[in-house]
């Protein structure tokens, strides 16, 4: 009987270190933070627990998901996936369209993803075996070089990340 999760929007001074699904926080904490729905209305004061989630970076929309995402996951472990699903599911019941469209976004391969994580790894920033997917662990990683850079820390692989890791090591990519 509870969502999946629902679109947000973050204030302009969020601190993009609590983006991510290992940070859970109550709706009445978050809409103390300043998040609201997307369309601005408040968010609303419940004790349930949510993680914000921004999968197409802090350009992108911004989403607050709550457990029934990762019962969502465990069919295809991909946000967009579970976001798309959840939508589908809002969308039959006759909720709204989202608000935020989604920005332009890179193509990577496997193998760009893989270099990325083998550099992050190489420079401190665990995100495990490299395989070549964009998982909560290599977020994670990317969010702390972002940290550590003084770059957008929304845990997204931008070409910013790409180009100050290139920077660091001189690798784009395994091709």
């Known amino acids: 009987g509870f969502r999946w999760g629902r679109e947000v929007k973050l204030p302009d001074n969020f601190d993009n ?3 991510g699904r290992s940070t859970k926080k109550s709706l009445t904490e978050w809409q103390g933070l300043g998040l609201t729905k997307a369309d601005g209305s408040p968010l609303g004061a419940a004790e349930i627990k949510a993680s914000v989630l921004l999968p197409a970076g802090h350009e992108g929309p911004a989403f607050v998901i709550y457990d029934n995402f990762s019962v969502i996951m465990r069919w295809n472990f991909s946000e967009f996936y579970a976001i798309a699903v959840g939508y589908l599911a809002d969308r039959l019941i006759g909720s709204g369209e989202l608000i935020q469209p989604l920005p332009e976004l890179p193509t990577y391969t496997i193998a760009d993803m893989r270099t990325l ?29 972002q940290v550590a850079h003084k770059l957008v820390a929304d845990g997204f692989p931008s070409l910013r990340v790409f180009e100050k890791l290139q920077q660091l090591t001189g690798e784009t990519s395994t091709n």
Do not use: H, M, S, Y
Not at 133 to 145: D, M, V
């Open 117 to 145: 994580q083998v550099n992050l790894n190489q420079l401190g920033f665990d995100v495990g075996e490299p395989d070549g997917i964009l998982g909560p662990a290599t977020r994670n990683g990317i969010q702390g070089f």
């Open 17 to 19: 270190q609590l983006i």
